[in-house]
């Protein structure tokens, strides 16, 4: 199962990601966790070429954290919306949580 969280804390925006879909048998492609991928990259890219920001990307677990700005708020507001619509289609395989202040939206100081 593939844990996507979305939150803001002290201010900032953040998202994290962990986890393995096991929608394929072992060895063969699994389109869930390709979705995660291009969503999280989608993300960091995003982030970095639109926004601004510097991401560091390994694989495996994904983990962002950026100072707020409107373009950042649309950035995770896209990518949010993604993410839940990957959970529509694939809830057993990929769960959200979101806290913070104003559910899905993304607050700017």
Request: aromatic residues 12%; contains cysteine; charged residues 15%.
């Amino acid at each position: 199962m593939v844990k996507v969280r979305f939150w803001q804390e002290s201010g900032r925006f953040c998202f994290s990601c962990k986890g393995h879909a096991g929608f394929a048998k072992q060895g063969e492609p699994d389109i869930v966790c390709a979705a995660v991928s291009a969503l999280s990259m989608t993300l960091c890219n995003a982030l970095t070429h639109c926004a601004g920001f510097h991401c560091k990307v390994q694989a495996g677990d994904v983990s962002v954290s950026c100072a707020p700005s409107l373009r950042a708020a649309y950035i995770f507001e896209t990518i949010t919306v993604g993410f839940y619509g990957l959970t529509a289609r694939y809830p057993e395989y990929v769960t959200i949580s979101q806290s913070g202040q104003g559910g899905t939206k993304w607050n700017i100081p």
